[in-house]
């Protein structure tokens, strides 16, 4: 018994408690299942990023086996579970692309770039950085190639699975995704401003890279 009759609130804290946290792929090493705990979930609010994420993280998620037809569009062309958008109809829109709820209402998350976006992006700023010293480019493009770590939710299980295969590299257990647009654009402006080297290193995360 939890609590008395009608009292609803309890003083002793839980019976059971798991020593260790639930890990989805104890007993799962599939690639399917690695490929998931690293999947990037956007083009949705942060609600329904939550709700996707919980049903990766506790093996509910149910891939598509194939390509959904897009609510919006008509094309067959959705290629991620529970979207009823595809991916250019909720960016158009912006609407989330599973709950369908305007960006002006909630925060959507902005997907990935595609390897097309992502080359245009470099370009652009390959060509901005042009007028900065050698030095300054580099560390620009080291920068722009490392990306970021993903900084959400998903780091307490990522933690977890770092300290207990610590042998195991460490970059296949942590997210990385590119810098925006404009976070590039502000690391630009950051060098043409700055002129000491120190600079860089303590933006590194790991201190010792
Ligand atoms: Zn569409
Ligand atoms: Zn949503």
């Known amino acids: 018994m939890s609590s008395q009759r009608g009292n609803s609130s309890r003083t002793r804290s839980q019976?059971?408690?798991?020593?260790?946290?639930?890990?989805?792929?104890?007993?799962?090493k599939t690639l399917l299942q690695k490929k998931l705990n690293s999947l990037h979930v956007?083009?949705?609010?942060?609600?329904?990023?939550?709700v996707?994420?919980?049903?990766?993280?506790?093996?509910?998620?149910?891939?598509?086996?194939q390509p959904r037809t897009?609510?919006?569009?008509q094309?067959?062309?959705?290629?991620k579970a529970y979207h009823?958008?595809?991916?250019?109809?909720?960016?158009?829109?912006?609407?989330?692309?599973?709950?369908l709820k305007d960006a002006q209402e909630v925060e959507i998350v902005t997907p990935q770039p595609t390897s097309e976006e992502q080359l245009k992006l470099k370009v652009e700023m390959e060509r901005l950085i042009k007028s900065l010293p050698e030095r300054k480019?580099?560390?620009?493009?080291?920068?722009?190639?490392?990306?970021?770590?993903?900084?959400?939710?998903?780091?307490?299980?990522?933690?977890?699975?770092t300290n207990d295969v610590k042998s195991n590299e460490e970059s296949c257990v942590v997210k990385r995704l590119p810098h925006t647009r404009k976070e590039l654009l502000e690391k630009i402006e950051m060098l043409q401003l700055s002129d000491a080297d120190e600079y860089f290193d303590s933006e590194s995360e790991t201190g010792s890279a």
């Open 75 to 79: 094309q067959r062309n959705i290629t």
């Open 84 to 99: 009823v958008l595809c991916r250019s109809c909720a960016l158009e829109a912006r609407v989330c692309a599973k709950c």
């Open 15 to 28: 019976k059971h408690k798991n020593r260790t946290a639930f890990k989805n792929d104890l007993h799962d």
């Open 137 to 161: 480019r580099r560390a620009f493009m080291r920068y722009m190639d490392k990306g970021k770590k993903l900084t959400d939710l998903d780091q307490s299980s990522a933690e977890q699975v």
């Open 52 to 65: 996707i994420e919980w049903k990766i993280k506790y093996k509910k998620y149910k891939p598509l086996s």
């Open 70 to 73: 897009c609510t919006r569009c």
């Open 42 to 50: 956007s083009e949705v609010c942060q609600h329904c990023k939550d």
